[in-house]
């Protein structure tokens, strides 16, 4: 089993195909005008809503990926948030971009 880190593990996970319905389903940090938003998402939530990903132990941090590999996040219990930025469309809310950081600021 390999020992990694959040941040780590946040770079290799792809959320560009996500979207949401409206923005009450999402934490806004942001807004940046023209239908633009910074979203806030907690990365243990994020791990939980990837397809590619599944928790095996939620108090050690322990996770296997679709390939069958299991890591354990080494700073699972510290808070760690993934900020998305997204645009409000006719259809949905759809990712931008996205980046993990440990505060709001960091994105700048």
């Known amino acids: 089993m390999e020992k990694i880190t959040m941040e780590k593990l946040m770079s290799e996970v792809d959320i560009s195909r996500w979207s949401w319905s409206w923005l009450g389903d ?13 979203l806030k ?8 809503d990837e397809p590619s990903l599944s928790v095996e132990d ?3 941090g322990i996770i ?4 069958g590999n299991r890591f354990e996040i080494t ?3 510290d808070d760690h ?3 998305v930025e997204v645009e409000k469309r006719d259809d949905g809310i759809e990712v931008i971009g996205a ?4 505060d709001l600021g960091g994105r700048r």
């Open 26 to 38: 999402v934490y806004v940090a942001e807004s940046l005008g023209d239908g633009r938003y910074i």
């Open 41 to 48: 998402c907690d990365a243990r939530q994020v791990i939980n």
């Open 58 to 60: 939620p108090d050690l």
């Open 64 to 67: 296997t990926d679709a390939e």
């Open 75 to 77: 700073d699972w219990q």
């Open 81 to 83: 948030f993934f900020y």
């Open 99 to 102: 980046a993990f950081f440990t």
